[in-house]
């Protein structure tokens, strides 16, 4: 099995380091990474600069682009063999509820999914992630996926992937199959001004949960449900965003 790896971290990222080496005993594992970190870049492609790839070792290449970019590249023409499998991550915090819109671990996944390839984004949830520094940091994640995937993943339907968020927890308490959960407003921005004397500005860090989760068909929790009681998050998401509940209605409405 040939597997390809990327992230929004960046190249040398502690967590894309602990994955590639978790998923080696599976077959060929091949990282091409941003070459600096590239969060909240979505699914993000580069169109006014050409992208230049750098082979950092055997089987890892950084990329001057986005974490979509990467996979782009990887799927059309950078190899001369294909890919039977996309991993996003391991991301250094969540991707939970409406983040996975700006995400660039989710990003990346869509895109291998685009290629019709399995693909799943991952990332490590947890209130000291941001400062983790060494791949061993990310070793209980790293072995959960490597056992995910030699079970056999599960049948998606086209342009379906699973985004999956896994505790920073010693013992993980097993894994739901969860919805994509609600986060209140973001945090306004804040102003500043430079050592130039001009004002600056820091987009505000993304909203909390919105604490009242209904739970979903089959009593199905959200995502933020199970992280916040020890259990790793599966919510399987898809490129189609049409919703078909108001399509009728709507239809009515502008043709009556």
Not at 97 to 117: H, I, N, P, W
Not at 219 to 248: C, K, R, W
Request: proline share 5%.
């Amino acid at each position: 099995m040939n597997i390809l790896i990327s992230n929004d971290d960046g190249v040398f990222a502690p967590g894309i380091q602990a994955l590639a080496q978790a998923l080696k005993p599976l077959g060929r594992v091949v990282v091409v990474a941003p070459e600096s970190e590239r969060s909240g870049f979505s699914s993000a492609l580069t169109l006014d600069r050409p992208l230049r790839p750098i082979q950092i070792s055997d089987d890892v290449w950084a990329v001057n682009g986005t974490p979509a970019d990467c996979v782009y590249l990887s799927m059309n023409g950078l190899f001369d063999f294909e890919f039977d499998l996309v991993v996003s991550g391991i991301n250094s915090g969540a991707n939970l509820g409406d983040d996975v819109l700006y995400s660039g671990t989710v990003g990346a996944a869509f895109e291998g999914r685009l290629m019709k390839q399995p693909a799943i984004a991952v990332s490590l949830a947890g209130a000291n992630v941001r400062s983790y520094n060494e791949p061993k940091d990310y070793a209980v994640a790293a072995q959960w996926i490597h056992d995910f995937i030699a079970k056999g993943l599960p049948e998606l339907p086209l342009r379906h992937i699973l985004n999956i968020n896994i505790p920073d927890i010693a013992e993980l308490k097993g894994a739901k199959v969860t919805y994509q959960g609600q986060k209140s407003q973001s945090k306004p921005i804040t102003s500043h001004v430079d050592p130039r004397g001009r004002q600056v500005f820091w987009i505000g860090l993304s909203g909390e949960s919105v604490t009242e989760q209904k739970k979903g068909l089959n009593g199905i929790e959200s995502d933020f449900f199970a992280i916040e009681n020890g259990y790793v998050s599966v919510t399987p998401i898809q490129m189609d965003a049409t919703n078909y509940s108001v399509l009728s209605e709507l239809d009515f409405a502008l043709n009556k």
